[in-house]
């Protein structure tokens, strides 16, 4: 409603800015109330694991949006959809074997 509002009366982009005191508020009563949860011994960097959820995630929603262009049946939104799923699941079976996993 009161987004309606601001249209009504203010230019569009008002409405954005609707959130900046509610931004504001939330930093100062994450500062105060969020307590420092720093691991004291993290581990180790998983590049693998970070590769394969990236590039499975980005070819799944390419899939996605190939799909919508040509339809669900196609070629060519189903081999990236698998592939992509493929991907994902190479990175769960990755992390259950990694020793120091995301």
């Known amino acids: 409603m009161v987004s309606g509002w601001l249209l009504q009366h203010f230019w569009w982009g008002s409405i954005f800015f609707v959130n900046v005191p ?10 105060r109330l969020v307590p420092d949860s720093r691991n004291p011994a993290p581990g180790r960097l998983d590049p693998v694991g970070v590769l394969l959820s990236i590039a499975g995630i980005a070819i799944v929603v390419f899939g996605i949006i190939r799909a919508g262009d040509v339809g669900w049946g196609h070629v ?27």
Do not use: N
Request: zero cysteines.
């Open 22 to 31: 509610i931004v504001a508020i939330a930093l100062v009563l994450m500062a």
């Open 76 to 102: 060519s939104a189903m081999a990236p959809l698998a592939g992509g799923l493929a991907l994902l699941v190479a990175f769960v079976a990755w992390e259950r074997w990694f020793s120091s996993p995301m």
